[in-house]
């Protein structure tokens, strides 16, 4: 597949353990001084009628992508891609399911592929239009080309690229290879193929280290737009 670049105009990523941008840019080793820019690094809090409700899966998605919803003027368009969803929580009530119990209407809305893109527009009051993307170990790279396309189509717009997994249950281990991400990355994206750097990208196991390239940019007058390439 030829690179494919775009303009990364801000990001903002999670996992268990990080949840600020400073904290990432310590653990890459991209800057650790004390003139450090940690200006919009407070996440969001999710409303607390809807985060008790939530997966952790989805509230790091929504903590992610609102975070980014809250420093941009507007996106025009938002991609939110996961390789598994609500697998977890399907899960569950499969087993309830087979256990005789009755299918909860809240459990259900909230196991489907789009939750998370659906509860990102209601709790933004943002009116704009979202796809949710599953593309299997490639489901970041999938996303990134759904992005490239919008944007040749449109290219003074902004789109959110929300890239969000974790591990599968373990009844599912055994049939899954891979895709064992815990990580929740979000990226504000434009149109740009102005001396892009390389993103080396194989699978979504690749994730931490092309985060890593993004943070490690920001240190470069000229950093910001990317190709994705794949291998």
């Known amino acids: 597949m030829p690179a494919i670049p775009l303009l990364v105009d801000n990001w903002f990523a999670l996992n268990a353990d990080i949840d600020s ?16 820019d940690r200006s919009g690094d407070e996440m969001v809090v999710l409303p607390a009628n ?4 939530m997966s952790s899966l989805t ?27 609500e697998l977890p929580r399907t899960a ?6 087979i256990a005789g119990d009755d299918v909860s209407p809240m459990g259900f809305s909230q196991s489907v592929h789009n939750t998370s893109a659906g509860l990102h527009t209601i709790i933004s009051t943002q009116r704009l239009p979202v796809n949710s993307i599953a593309g299997g170990e490639q489901t970041f790279s999938q996303a990134w080309i759904e992005c490239y396309i919008y944007l040749q189509q449109n290219p003074t717009h902004s789109v959110l690229l929300q890239y969000f997994d974790e591990p599968v249950p373990d009844i599912f281990q055994p049939t899954c290879q891979g ?12 149109a740009g193929d ?11 196991d690749d994730l931490l280290s092309l985060l890593g390239q993004i943070v490690l ?7 910001g737009c990317f190709a994705l390439t794949c291998y």
């Open 50 to 53: 809807m985060r008790r409700r």
């Open 92 to 97: 569950k009530l499969i087993e309830g399911l």
């Open 21 to 36: 941008r400073a904290q990432w840019r310590r653990f890459f080793a991209a800057q650790d001084n004390e003139n450090l």
């Open 59 to 85: 509230k790091r998605a929504l903590q992610c992508s609102l975070t980014l919803a809250q420093q941009s003027a507007r996106f025009d368009y938002a991609v939110f891609a996961s390789r598994h969803g």
């Open 194 to 204: 102005s001396r892009p750097e390389t993103l080396s990208y194989g699978s979504d």
């Open 217 to 223: 940019a920001e240190d470069r007058a000229d950093g």
């Open 179 to 190: 895709g064992n991400q815990n990580l929740a990355l979000g990226l504000v994206l434009r």
